[in-house]
């Protein structure tokens, strides 16, 4: 069964703390993607990634870290620099970077207090 | 600063009908448009893409594109009550594969 996984769903964190998001996709995608939504608003690009070992900041990468070590795995370290992270977290893939159709896992709903 | 504007709604239409979702985008070079429907607390899914001026047609769905005008639109045919969700509009801009989205347009589709 192909597809994108986020784990976990809900996640809760204390302030201060830094956590990592977990993507793994199946699809042989070589493209993946970092986003966040949050209430009311459209989905920002934090960073992105075209090929294992290469990454690019997005939109709004301060704050976040990530790493592209295998062509499945795009975990995303969200550090305590981060003002506000309490949001919904989005990782999506697509075959390359230059095919721009993005495909989206089930996502990870972040909580720090 | 490359926006993609959508009206919020929510846009209601009875069982049956046509739904009619609408997005402008500024960046007069982009190339690539994309549909995706959000149901409550899920992520996005695609639904549709259109990359030249005209009408793309998938079932039920309906995606129209008007560069000149840089407007794209969405319509549903025979609306159903589970196409009640928000419609997000993406768009990429001119060298860039980097999607834009807009913020939204919640369907209500009333049985």
């Known amino acids: 069964d192909g597809g994108i996984t986020q784990s976990p769903k809900y996640l809760f964190r204390k302030e201060g703390q830094n956590v990592t998001l977990s993507c793994e996709q199946n699809?042989?995608?070589?493209?993946m993607y970092w986003y966040r939504q949050d209430p009311g608003q459209g989905l920002r690009l934090i960073y992105y990634?075209?090929?294992?070992?290469?990454?690019q900041k997005g939109d709004i990468a301060e704050g976040y870290s990530v790493s592209r070590e295998k062509k499945e795995s795009f975990p995303l370290t969200v550090t305590s620099a981060q003002k506000n992270p309490t949001a919904f977290y989005l990782c999506?893939?697509?075959?390359?970077?230059?095919?721009?159709?993005?495909?989206f896992g089930p996502g990870t709903r972040l909580t720090v207090t | 600063q490359k926006e993609v504007e959508q009206n919020s709604g929510p846009l209601s239409v009875p069982e049956g009908a046509i739904a009619s979702l609408n997005c402008t985008y500024s960046?007069?070079?982009?190339?690539?448009f994309f549909w995706y429907r959000q149901y409550s607390g899920k992520s996005p899914e695609l639904i549709m893409f259109?990359?030249?001026?005209g009408d793309k047609e998938d079932g039920r769905f309906t995606a129209q594109l008007n560069k000149a005008s840089q407007y794209v639109s969405l319509l549903i045919r025979d609306s159903q009550p589970s196409d009640s969700a928000t419609y997000l509009c993406?768009?990429?801009?001119?060298?860039?594969?980097?999607?834009?989205f807009g913020k939204g347009t919640k369907l209500s589709v009333i049985p």
């Open positions: 999506a893939s697509s075959i390359t970077a230059a095919t721009y159709e993005q495909y």
């Open positions: 699809l042989n995608h070589d493209a």
């Open positions: 990634s075209q090929i294992v070992n290469d990454f």
């Open positions: 960046d007069r070079g982009s190339q690539s």
């Open positions: 259109i990359y030249s001026n």
């Open positions: 993406a768009v990429t801009g001119a060298g860039s594969y980097q999607l834009t």
